[in-house]
């Protein structure tokens, strides 16, 4: 869901440090495995028809 940020953030920085010099560090998306998916109780995922919402 952030990771478009990330990637945007990353352009801006690097289009002015290529124009004005290495000011910005540039931004790397950090996506935990365990916590990518986000999934009902039993291991569905999440929806009114499987009630588990």
Known sequence: DQIQH???ARDIAQR???HYGPH???PEAVIDD???VLQGLDG???S????NT
């Open 6 to 8: 990330v990637e945007m």
């Open 16 to 18: 002015f440090n290529h």
């Open 24 to 26: 910005f560090a540039l």
């Open 34 to 36: 365990n916590v990518a």
């Open 44 to 46: 569905r995922k999440m």
């Open 48 to 51: 009114k028809s499987y009630n």
